[in-house]
C-alpha cells in the first residue's frame, strides 16, 4: 500500500453537496481489480473512480469506473469528475480542442465551455446509444414495482451505451418526484430504470416551486440552489448495482437525450434536473449540435483534497 493522490468532487453542481459525490484516486497504477472494487465498496458512493495512464496514444489518460457493485465500462458523472480532477491536478491536453478520456467503452470526447460569469463547464460527447424494444412483462413489473399505472407511462424504450437502462417516459414531473419504488422488487428483475417527464405547460409555476413543494410533501428536505427553471425531471433507481437512487445520472441523460431528440419528444436543447427527491439540485445541460452530436454538460466542485492510502 501507498499514498496516492484522492480527490473526492460533486459533479452537476457548483455548489458543494447539492450534486452527485464521486471518488477519485488521480494514481491508480499497480491496483488490481480486488483493490479498485474494495475500495469503492469502501467509498459506498454511487461510483469511484481510478485514473490510469492512457494505453491508447490519442487519449489523454485513462479511467476505470467502478460501483460498489461492480465495474463499468462507462459513466456520465465520473467522466466529467475524473476530467476535472485530472485538469485540477495539472493535467494538459494533447488536443487544444478537447480532452479525450479512455475507458471501458473507448475513447470520449470532453469539451470545455467558458460561463459568462468565469470558470467553465465540462460537456461530454454522448456515446452511441443502442435501443432495443422492451418486452411488455417486463415492462409491467417494473410499473408496478414503481407503483405506476398504466396510462402514466406514455413510452418505454431500453437504453444501453455502456450501462443499460430501462427508460420511461412519464406523464408529468409530480408522477416522477412522487415515485417511492420498491427497490427490492427492481434489484430481483436485475434492471436498471430511469424515468423522466417533461415541463410542458409554459404557464405552470418554476421548478424551484413545485420541486421544493413536492419535496416537502414527500417529507424530503427540499433542494436548493437551483440556478434555473429546468425542462426536464429525472430519477434513476440501480438497485441491483448497489444504488437505490443514483442523485444525478449522466450515462442515463445521455441515453434519455439521444432517444428523445430522436422521436421528436426534446428540443435540441434543454436543460434536466435530477436529484431533487434526495435534497440534491443536479443540473444537466444537454444539446444537440449542428452534426448530431450530443453533449452533456455539467459544472463540477472539489469538496475533499489530500492523499489516501491504497
Not at 431533487?276 to 444537440?288: S, T, V
Not at 452533456?296 to 466542485?301: A, I
Amino acid at each position: 500500500m501507498k499514498l496516492r493522490l484522492f480527490k473526492q468532487v460533486d459533479v452537476f453542481t457548483a455548489t458543494p453537496y447539492f450534486g452527485n459525490p464521486l471518488a477519485v484516486v488521480l494514481d491508480g497504477s499497480g491496483l488490481d481489480d480486488e483493490a479498485m472494487q474494495r475500495f469503492a465498496r469502501w467509498t459506498n458512493l454511487s461510483e469511484t473512480s481510478f485514473l490510469l495512464p492512457p494505453t491508447d496514444p490519442s487519449a489523454d489518460y485513462r479511467v476505470r469506473i467502478f460501483t460498489p457493485g461492480g465495474e463499468l465500462p462507462f459513466a456520465g458523472h465520473p467522466t466529467l469528475g475524473s476530467c476535472h480532477s485530472w485538469l485540477q491536478a495539472g493535467g494538459r491536453p494533447k488536443r487544444r480542442d478537447f480532452i479525450v478520456q479512455e475507458c471501458g467503452l473507448g475513447l470520449v470526447k470532453i469539451r470545455r465551455d467558458a460561463l459568462p460569469a468565469g470558470g467553465q463547464r465540462l460537456a461530454f460527447a454522448a456515446p452511441p446509444v443502442k435501443r432495443m424494444a422492451t418486452s411488455t412483462v417486463l415492462l409491467a413489473k417494473v410499473a408496478a414495482a414503481l407503483g405506476l399505472k398504466s396510462n402514466q407511462v406514455l413510452v418505454a424504450q431500453t437504453l444501453d451505451n455502456g450501462p443499460r437502462w430501462l427508460a420511461l417516459l412519464l406523464d408529468s414531473p409530480e408522477t416522477v418526484l412522487q415515485l417511492m419504488p420498491n427497490h427490492l422488487a427492481l434489484s430481483n428483475l436485475q434492471v436498471q430504470v430511469g424515468v423522466a417527464a417533461f415541463y410542458l405547460a409554459p404557464e405552470a409555476p418554476p421548478l424551484i416551486g413545485r420541486a421544493n413543494r413536492e419535496a416537502r410533501a414527500f417529507g424530503q428536505q427540499a433542494a436548493q440552489p437551483i440556478a434555473d427553471a429546468p425542462d426536464l425531471e429525472v430519477r434513476a433507481f440501480a438497485a441491483g448495482i448497489g444504488i437505490p437512487e443514483d442523485p444525478v445520472t449522466g450515462s442515463l441523460n445521455a441515453s434519455l437525450a439521444q432517444w428523445l431528440m430522436a422521436e421528436g419528444y426534446a428540443p435540441e436543447r434543454y436543460l434536466a434536473s435530477q436529484g431533487i427527491c434526495l435534497g440534491r439540485a443536479g443540473q444537466l445541460h444537454i444539446e444537440r449540435d449542428a452534426c448530431g452530436q450530443v453533449w452533456v454538460g455539467g459544472e463540477s466542485v472539489t469538496c475533499v483534497d489530500g492523499k489516501v492510502t491504497l
